[in-house]
């Protein structure tokens, strides 16, 4: 019953060590399966917060805070801008829906809101104009920025170069 020599030592390693690699590797493999929420806002609401529904596992009605701007066309010259912009929210419902979007510059500066007056639930993504946005000389690009009518303002953005 004496020690035992440092190869036993190290054989008796190998398998532990195997053993704990299995082991992390079983572990990390049952995490990566769960589904968690991700934020492909890339906007400045942040489209998930600690206070979200969907971090909590609520009602996936609720996993989408906010409408996402998929498309943005600018038309115009001089300052004065038709804004065409394109839509998506999933949960468009006549007690919840996309009520609007703004229009702001680099610095944050709103140049424009444009309200809907109703769901689009039959109609998603769906398109609107918002005609004659005023936009000053210097300024080369804006953000366009979609409203939830129970949330306000978040989810993913757009930001578009002006013509010039």
């Known amino acids: ?29 049952g995490c990566a399966g769960e589904d968690e929420p991700t934020d492909s806002a890339h906007d400045s609401g942040g489209a998930h917060d600690a206070g979200d529904p969907a971090a909590d596992g609520a009602d996936q009605d ?30 468009d419902t006549p007690e919840r829906y996309a009520d609007g979007w703004r229009v702001t510059g680099p610095d ?4 424009g809101e444009h309200e809907l007056a109703h769901d689009h639930q039959n109609e998603q993504p769906f398109t609107r104009t918002q005609n004659d946005v005023d936009v000053p000389t210097g300024v080369n690009e804006v953000t366009v920025e979609g409203r939830d009518s129970e949330n306000g303002y978040g989810g993913q953005t757009r930001t578009v170069r002006l013509p010039r």
């Open 108 to 111: 944050g500066t709103v140049y």
């Open 1 to 29: 019953m004496g020690t035992r020599s440092g190869g036993e030592n190290r054989r008796m390693r190998k398998p532990l060590l195997f053993l704990l690699f299995a082991l992390f590797a079983f572990l990390a493999a």
């Open 62 to 91: 609720d996993a989408q805070r906010f409408p996402d701007v998929v498309e943005v066309d600018v038309s115009g010259e001089d300052g004065t801008y038709d804004v065409t912009v394109t839509i998506s929210s999933p949960y």
